[in-house]
């Protein structure tokens, strides 16, 4: 049977877009299906609150991962902007003080550390630290473009042996607490390995340490940066790339059935069944995802190992105005342009760890929080655009998917009730006083948990990363030289964050899985 395009992409996140702009740049016929009315996957901007005219990053919203040169390549019509205030933890038993730490000046941050810790020691200790993982950042990332190395070249490119073995061998609880004094301080460095990702942080799996170093490599320097307008910018300019160069976009199209030698079934809204072949399949669907569609056409798997779940609440606000804080030696500017970590402790974090590993909700949700608002407007429509209304998103960790195994509804209440707690502890003024109401009159809250986030988007478990992370190098010595997307079948890609190399905001798998059709 003739194939009717090239290449067919399946998924219309921002990967599956990369890889289709690639693909139909270099002249080839592309098709990407996309089950939901819209592109962009978990990389989107939506008006989250009924008759409130804000456009918010509803699930993801920083980037860190997408090289530059995805960006120049493809013409993304895309601008990131650099936050000036890295982070500020209030410290829980005392939240009328916190560590601020000032990118744009460094004498204030080691002040602020010399008022948390009473001398320099522990600004000197950060310093260092920080330093090496530049290093480290600095010689690991230009790699995710390429073929896949090899453990011991990684090491060798890396050339000190001591971090190498601090970030890939040893639990990063240990280096922590070997590291740094202050628990206050070793909770904000530990807050990277966390994201999404539910481990102990002396968890000899070392999953812990895999997401820590994709939070320290972005860019090279391991900034998390705004994307101006929202993520929907990033997935829009990417969707323009591909249908600029030719490629077909179809949505509201469920992929029910994919057969590896290149034939795909998909279905209408109606029910109508469609089948499509390909000379390539690429899926940017969670492996777990292309498991079930490849066993409906009676095919093996692609992945194997424990099903994936996803350790987070993600919580979209909006406020009046910012709330003010019990730390009144700090600006609620700066507090909220970075990244506002809440009951974050190194020991407050492994403590949550032991309650949800009990099956319970912690009482004080650690979390996150940051606000778009403060360095981009252009989210707001004219009606808040001069006012002091400010977007809030926030990421809870700690929270597994087996929380809401029983009743969905129920851990979604607790979870909230116990991010909010949270979130109220710092704050001179309940939250509650601040929080705008949407067209029906109720709180401008949304919360999803990770069972929401499968039923919204497809992720197995709510797992942000489609599955665990893995380190960026080979790990067998097949996978040497090869592009980290391949599967057992010869016209079957990933090219989704489940690919090595995958994971976050990047476009990376579907760089590499275009690359891998294309040749270098
Ligand atoms: C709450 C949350 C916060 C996050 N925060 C950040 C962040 O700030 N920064 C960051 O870098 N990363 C973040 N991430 C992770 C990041 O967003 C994802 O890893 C990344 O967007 C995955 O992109 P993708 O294109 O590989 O897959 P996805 O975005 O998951 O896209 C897959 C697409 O496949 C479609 N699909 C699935 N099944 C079918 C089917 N049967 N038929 C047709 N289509 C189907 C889905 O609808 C979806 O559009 C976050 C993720 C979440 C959920």
Redesign the pocket.
Known sequence: MPTTFDDIV???????LTAAAYLARAGRRVLV????DH?????VSAQAFRGVDARLSR???????MPSQIISDLDLDLRLVRRRYSSYTPVPSDPSTGLLVDNGDDAATAASFRRLTGDDAEYERWHHFYARMTSLAERLFPTVLEPLRSAEQARELVADDDLWRAVVERPLGEVLRETFADDTVRGVVATDALI?TFADLDDPQLRQNVCFLYHLVGGGTGD?DVPVGGMGAVTGALAKAATDAGATIVTE????SVDPSGVVQ?REPGGRVHEERGGQLLS???PA?LDR?LAASGADPVSSGPEPEGA?L?VNLLLSRLPRLRDASVDPVAAFSGTFHINETFDQLQAAHATAAAGRVPELLPCEIYCHTLADRSILGPDLADTEAQTLTL?GVHFPARLGRDDNERAREEGLAAALRSLDAVLAEPLEDVLMRDGDGRPCVEA?TPLD?EAD???PGGN???RALQWPWAERQAEEGTWGVETAYERLLLC???ARR?????GI??HNAAKAILGG
Do not use: D, M, T
């Not at 299906?33 to 939901?36: D, S, T, V």
């Not at 592109?39 to 990389?43: D, I």
């Not at 699930?59 to 991962?65: A, C, K, N």
């Open positions: 399946l998924g219309a996140g921002h990967n599956g299906l996309e089950r939901a592109v962009g996957g978990a990389a699930y993801s919203y920083l980037v860190s991962l999404g998390w199209a469920e992929v029910c998909w940017a669907f969670a995802v569609l987070q993600k990421f999803r986030l988007l497809a992720l942000i990363f489609h989704g964050a489940g995958g994971g976050g905001v990047s798998p579907g």
